[in-house]
């Protein structure tokens, strides 16, 4: 609990140090009020690390750690308050008429004297309180202790193999043969399907041995089609046969929340009627009968194939014959030789490097041996160790912990878990409880992710010059590093841009993710909702203190009450309403969002035009014809556009003056055909206020000719990449000597590629499906090779 209160001190803390906060309370004049607030803050927080060492001993510093975490919750809410009062004032002052300042003025709530006055008393009040608790805590023993927290590597080394199936797999041979021969053999019996059970306790490797099977050539030519459905704590017959209905058709959102059941089973008719399917069932616990008699019932209903057959993986025995299995499968832990076998892949930077430190090598065994021939304990043990640098006194810390000695139960946490997340830096520790708020086996977009840490605080800038995301991808590198994620095979095929994490899917192992959520300790006050096909009640003080609201994949919403996000307006910093096919409207209450960061919506609402401060924005799906209809200028903080519009004509020049523009994402845009050049004293402006451009792709609008000619002016350009387009050559003084990734795909008509000879920096090339490219730069006969023969890796075909 220390840990997690000490977690919510350091945010605070963070937050009260930014430029911005800092600028506001010097505008209002509460700069000595909250200068006596953070001394109290700090004090505290030196107490929470001997706090730490203490509370496991004495369950009074439990409930004071507790209310010290109320406390800190509703500082943040009076922080919330603070920001949201100053951006609306900046909307008010930029944007609003002469009546609306007047009234504003005369108000008791926004008169800026009375508000002043107002949060100058809530944060004395604040101040008293944590002077209170710092009492009662010399009171329970507990003294200041000060530490150095060391940063986290900026250049974090890491591997995307350790997350993926052939990396993590090490044996299970003879069990993969024995489920394919079960497979293929055939079944006389009409009226049935075969059920082979995989079962074991938590990170033996059953998903992963489900998956070996399932991608076997054998297997996918002789079953089709094969269907993965995750299905965990929730065995809903409804909600499985939807996810049977996508996994069969390959699309998402055939079916939503609303439909009936008779219509689903005839879409599962559509697909499965005659064909001999593999359905896998991962991560089974449902043990009601009636449930699984229900499914099986239904599935025989559609009429498949008489040999088709499904794979179960649980914990429980008692699962597997609730199933009726045909055939059971205890797994058990790995032999000794595979155990250190997968050590070795995981602690090792090279094969056979282990020779080299026989003392290591000493300790690595005994590491092995205590982990019980479970590849999840020795898969995240063994990313531990890689990132201690061959050190030996942590390979022994890692051997000798007290975490060994607790008594262990079948079902309680790994002992090798408790340990990555022990050696996690305090600030990845939080990150990583807060991805619990999420259900299981859910599928992590890197973007997603970051955007929910920013909304929660969690991602601080300690240096000005530094970045909230790109913290929260070297964030996610050390989760992957340390197998606490997983990454997603072809995460997004045409997203591939090498080592950048808000481009990735991910994955949590189902004991990995009980980890997070015995380490989230969560606030009396409802933060987050992240929901997934299920009806919303809107219950207003549910919603008050609200910070992320995420709806995805057919939640039933078709219409919002008109004050819904006006009682969120001063928290909430990320909405995603993706997932809600019957939203057609917005309420007017959207607009009163000041502390929005990032939105992500399929319809747009015609009353965003105040939202200026966003810094993520992400349109997919929405019908519109060109930005300027939605006042695209206005959003000067703008730092992620994603646009998948398939009507979108034009995009204006008002883009080329988002000098906080990062990233811009076009998707699919089929009616694109220009982007609006600037008059000429705008170009002037653009010379002096050069764009800080980062990423630009494009993909999918095959009526576009030409890039935007201000790409000219972007000298920050890191990450390119032009996939399906009609674009004929690049703009002539573009400058690309920043460009570090360069990727051109698919009947592409353009001919020559500008200064390839002066990007030194560039680190990948990929020309496919480009005749005239390939010719001009294959490495044997193109005329132009020597440009890019400096290239280290590249891929001409």
Not at 116 to 145: N, P, S, T, Y
Not at 582 to 606: H, V
Not at 701 to 721: F, G, H, I, M, N
Request: proline residues 3%; glycine residues 4%; contains cysteine.
């Amino acid at each position: 609990m220390a840990e997690v209160v000490s977690g919510a001190a350091s945010t605070l803390l963070a937050n009260l140090a930014t430029k911005s906060f800092k600028e506001i309370i010097l505008a209002y004049g509460l700069k000595d009020e909250i200068k006596k607030f953070e001394s109290s803050l700090r004090t505290i927080d030196a107490y929470l690390i001997d706090a730490e060492n203490k509370e496991a001993k004495n369950h009074s510093i439990d409930e004071w750690l507790k209310q010290l975490r109320e406390a800190f919750d509703d500082a943040g809410d009076i922080l919330d308050e603070i920001e949201y009062e100053a951006k609306l004032n900046e909307v008010v002052k930029m944007y609003g008429t002469i009546c609306t300042k007047v009234r504003r003025f005369f108000s008791y709530t926004s008169n800026p004297l009375a508000f002043r006055i107002r949060m100058a008393h809530k944060i004395k009040d604040m101040k008293q309180k944590m002077d209170e608790k710092i009492r009662e805590g010399r009171d329970l023993g507990i003294v200041e202790q000060y530490v150095n927290t060391p940063t986290l590597e900026h250049n974090l080394a890491w591997r995307e193999t350790a997350s993926s199936l052939s990396f993590r797999v090490c044996g299970r041979l003879e069990e993969k043969k024995e489920i394919i021969k079960s497979l293929m053999t055939q079944k006389l019996e009409a009226n049935s399907i075969d059920v082979i059970s995989i079962f074991g306790i938590g990170g033996l490797g059953k998903t992963t041995l489900a998956q070996m099977v399932y991608n076997d050539t054998r297997v996918n030519e002789h079953f089709d089609p094969l269907m993965w459905v995750c299905v965990s704590d929730d065995f809903d017959v409804k909600k499985l046969i939807k996810k049977i209905i996508h996994a069969a058709s390959k699309r998402e959102n055939v079916v939503d929340a609303n439909s009936s059941l008779e219509y689903m089973i005839s879409l599962l008719n559509q697909n499965l009627h005659s064909k001999r399917f593999l359905l896998v069932l991962d991560d089974v616990w449902n043990e009601n009968h009636n449930k699984w008699d229900e499914l099986r019932s239904h599935l025989l209903e559609v009429g498949g194939d008489k040999d088709s057959k499904i794979i179960v993986t649980t914990r429980s025995r008692k699962v597997a014959d609730i199933v009726g299995s045909n055939v059971v499968m205890k797994l058990e832990g790995l032999p000794e030789n595979e155990c250190w076998r997968l050590f070795t892949k995981c602690a090792f930077q090279e094969e056979k490097e282990e020779e080299k430190y026989p003392r290591l090598k000493q300790i690595g065994e005994q590491i092995v041996k205590k982990c019980k021939g479970v590849p999840l304990a020795i898969i995240t043990l063994g990313c531990l160790l890689r990132s201690k640098s061959h050190d030996e006194n942590e390979w022994r810390k890692i051997r000798d912990s007290e975490v060994w000695n607790l008594d262990q139960e079948e079902t309680d946490i790994l002992p090798s878990l408790k340990l990555s997340y022990n050696n996690l830096p305090s600030e990845v520790k939080q990150c990583f409880s807060y991805c619990s708020c999420f259900p299981k086996d859910y599928k992590y977009d890197g973007t997603e992710l970051i955007m929910f840490w920013m909304a929660h605080g969690l991602l601080q800038p300690s240096r000005e010059e530094e970045d909230a995301e790109d913290i929260g991808e070297l964030y996610i590198k050390k989760l992957v590093s340390a197998s606490l994620l997983q990454v997603e095979a072809n995460s997004y095929p045409y997203f591939d841009f090498k080592n950048l994490m808000s481009f990735r899917i991910f994955k949590m192992h189902d004991l990995v993710h009980d980890v997070a959520q015995l380490t989230m300790k969560e606030s009396s006050k409802t933060r987050s909702i992240v929901q997934e096909g299920q009806q919303v009640e809107w219950t207003s003080n549910k919603f008050n203190y609200l910070r992320v609201l995420h709806l995805t994949k057919g939640v039933e919403l078709s219409l919002l009450p008109d004050d819904c996000f006006a009682t969120m307006k001063k928290h909430l910093r990320f909405l995603c309403l993706l997932g809600c096919p019957s939203l057609k409207k917005f309420p007017d209450s959207i607009c009163k969002l000041q502390n929005l960061q990032s939105l992500w919506l399929d319809e747009f609402p015609k009353n965003m035009k105040n939202l200026v401060h966003l810094q993520f924005l992400f349109f997919l799906g929405i019908k519109i014809t060109n930005l300027s209809s939605m006042n695209i200028g206005r959003f000067q903080q703008l730092k992620s556009l994603y646009l998948y519009c398939s009507n979108l004509v034009s995009v204006p020049s008002a883009v080329s003056r988002m000098t906080t523009l990062k990233k811009l994402v076009f998707l699919w845009c089929d009616e694109l055909v220009n982007f609006e050049d600037e008059e000429e004293e705008e170009k002037q402006y653009m010379v002096v206020n050069n764009l800080n451009l980062q990423l630009f792709y494009i993909t999918g609008s095959r009526k576009l000719d030409a890039l935007p000619k201000w790409l000219e002016r972007v000298t920050k350009l890191q990450y390119l990449r032009i996939h399906t387009t009609g674009i004929k050559s690049l703009p002539t003084r573009m400058p690309m000597t920043s460009l570090e990734q360069f990727y051109i795909h698919d009947r592409q008509k353009l001919s020559s590629l500008p200064n390839m000879d002066l990007i030194h920096n560039l680190q990948y090339l990929e020309i496919f499906g480009c005749p005239t490219l390939r010719a001009r730069y294959n490495k044997q006969t193109g005329p132009d090779w020597p440009k890019i023969a400096h290239i280290p890796h590249y891929k001409i075909y």
